[in-house]
């Protein structure tokens, strides 16, 4: 089984400055991987596909990139509407799926 | 409008039995691959169970396997989780979940349902 591990756990920042989040794969996933927004009591929004395309509808503050072991998603100014958890999501050597432990990113 | 729809969930004492329904609406149902992800209190999100487009592969995390059963009706357009021996780790929102519609794969999820309640306790 692949383990994804994001940090850091949790990311605390302030409107308009810059958020940097990790996942590291147990092993290669090459492009695989996956990011997803989720806010309290909503279900998760996929953000980011293939390391690096954003879903269709996703504005261009979010961006992936990263292969093989080592991702990272960056939103390059933060929004009020961005405070949220973060998870990663790899679909390179499965059954089963594996998702990340999540990063929170909360208004400083 | 397309959207997927969960029931069945509710409270269930550890051994007992469940099955859980999701209805689609709004995509061609039969050419999609289903996913149940599910989400423990306040934790993560956890991969389930997957289903082919066809219903003939299926797919089960080890943590449920042997135990949950995958499948689907083309004719409803309705996936379903036939989740037995249940045990109290398994309290968790369920999720029905596909891709393929924003990503090119089905296992990035870019459609899901609302979630549905499993509590298992005595």
């Known amino acids: 089984e692949i383990v994804l591990t994001q940090s850091p756990a949790t990311l605390s920042l302030s409107p308009g400055e810059r958020a940097t989040l990790s996942c590291r794969a147990s092993?290669?996933?090459?492009?695989?991987l996956a990011w997803y927004q989720q806010k309290p009591g909503q279900t998760p929004r996929l953000l980011i596909y293939?390391?690096?395309n954003r879903a269709t509808g996703i504005p261009a503050r979010f961006s992936g990139s990263g292969s093989g072991t080592d991702f990272t998603l960056t939103i390059s100014s933060l929004e009020p509407e961005d405070f949220a958890v973060y998870y990663c999501?790899?679909?390179?050597?499965?059954?089963?799926?594996?998702f990340g432990g999540g990063t929170k990113v909360e208004i400083e | 409008e397309v959207q997927l729809l969960e029931s069945g969930g509710g409270l269930v004492q550890p051994g007992g039995s469940l099955r859980l329904s999701c209805a689609a609406s709004?995509?061609?149902?039969?050419?999609?691959?289903m996913s149940w992800v599910r989400q423990a209190p306040g934790k993560g999100l956890e991969w389930v169970s997957g289903?082919?487009?066809?219903?003939?592969?299926?797919y089960y995390a080890d943590s449920v396997k042997g135990r949950f059963t995958i499948s689907r009706d083309s004719s409803k357009n309705s996936v379903y989780l036939q989740m037995n021996s249940l045990r109290a780790e398994d309290t968790a929102a369920y999720f029905c979940a596909t891709g393929g519609r924003l990503s090119g794969s089905y296992y990035y999820f870019d459609l899901w349902g609302q979630g549905t309640l499993v509590t298992v306790s005595s």
């Open positions: 293939d390391a690096s």
């Open positions: 289903l082919s487009g066809s219903g003939g592969y299926t």
């Open positions: 092993q290669n996933v090459s492009t695989y």
């Open positions: 709004g995509f061609t149902f039969s050419n999609y691959a």
């Open positions: 999501q790899q679909r390179s050597n499965w059954p089963p799926l594996t």
